[in-house]
């Protein structure tokens, strides 16, 4: 959006008291004063420019980044006036602008396809009409022909999978008395990884807006409550356990389980409130 130009020699004026020199400086000298034609205040001319007038928190809150630091240039300007009138209208035309962007995109991206389309309809074309007619296929060619096997494919997690069977089996048969400590590990780091899996999701909840921020000190709450819960059953089933068995020191599968599971999810939550705390302005750190 257009700001008022600075010369202002041909502008109507009238001679007063710059209510932004009052303010900032301290300057209570009559001079020429413009006025301007959003707000409809009077301003000399150093002040007679309208600028964004919000708060460095609420552009903080600002998700795109690049979005972010165009505003944050323009809140940073030393002269100036703060107008809320320019600044709704400034907002007005940048979505105006994203939004004109966004349907240039899309028109560039259906045009694309169109072309892409139009090509392998020609390529199809041209291979119809350059191919020679289907060959017919005699007994001694048939008996040439030879019938292979389909290969399959391994990926990542298959061959881990298999591994890890392999291995369950080797122990089955030749450790039978270690079976269960196997079981146990595998179960830890099973568990671990799952944690592990939870604080990658975590760490990619967005945080833009005060419903967000509410949502994520709830979700914190409600994270180390079951984390505290199952860590409770896990503790439960081990003292359990070795009344019984006579031995608490050996811990069934169940109780690894909860119990590292307990223990990620309280972390989990800590971590989410850390988070809560950070946006909404509780931790400050000095950039």
């Not at 990542?156 to 196997?182: D, R």
Request: include cysteine.
């Amino acid at each position: 959006m257009e700001k008022p130009k600075r010369k202002t020699e041909t502008r109507p004026y009238k001679i007063g008291v710059c209510v932004e020199c009052k303010v900032r400086d301290g300057d209570s000298s009559k001079k020429k004063l413009y006025q301007c034609p959003y707000c409809g205040k009077w301003f000399c001319e150093k002040h007679i420019e309208p600028r964004i007038a919000t708060t460095r928190g609420a552009i903080e809150q600002i998700s795109d980044p690049v979005l972010r630091d165009k505003v944050l240039e323009e809140w940073r300007k030393p002269d100036g006036h703060p107008d809320t009138v320019w600044t709704k209208k400034y907002f007005e035309d940048l979505k105006k602008q994203e939004e004109e962007q966004r349907q240039k995109f899309w028109e560039a991206v259906e045009d694309l396809n169109e072309m892409k389309k139009e090509k392998e309809f020609e390529k199809l074309k041209k291979v119809a009409e350059t191919s020679s007619p289907p060959r017919v296929v005699t007994e001694t060619v048939k008996r040439n022909i030879k019938f292979s096997v389909p290969r399959v494919k391994l990926t990542k997690p298959m061959v881990i999978l298999i591994s890890l069977l392999v291995l369950f089996g080797l122990f089955y048969f030749f450790f039978q008395e270690h079976l269960l400590t196997l079981i146990n590990s595998l179960v830890a780091i099973g568990t671990t990884y799952l944690v592990y899996k939870l604080f990658v999701k975590a760490s990619k909840i967005r945080v833009d807006s005060d419903l967000r921020l509410f949502g994520l000190r709830l979700l914190s709450f409600v994270v180390i409550g079951i984390g505290g819960f199952l860590l409770w059953i896990a503790l439960t089933t081990t003292v359990l356990a070795g009344v019984y068995t006579g031995n608490i020191g050996n811990a069934s599968t169940v109780s690894i389980f909860f119990g590292i599971l307990g223990f990620g999810l309280i972390l989990l939550g800590a971590y989410l409130m850390f988070r809560f705390m950070f946006h909404s302005g509780i931790i400050v750190y000095v950039r």
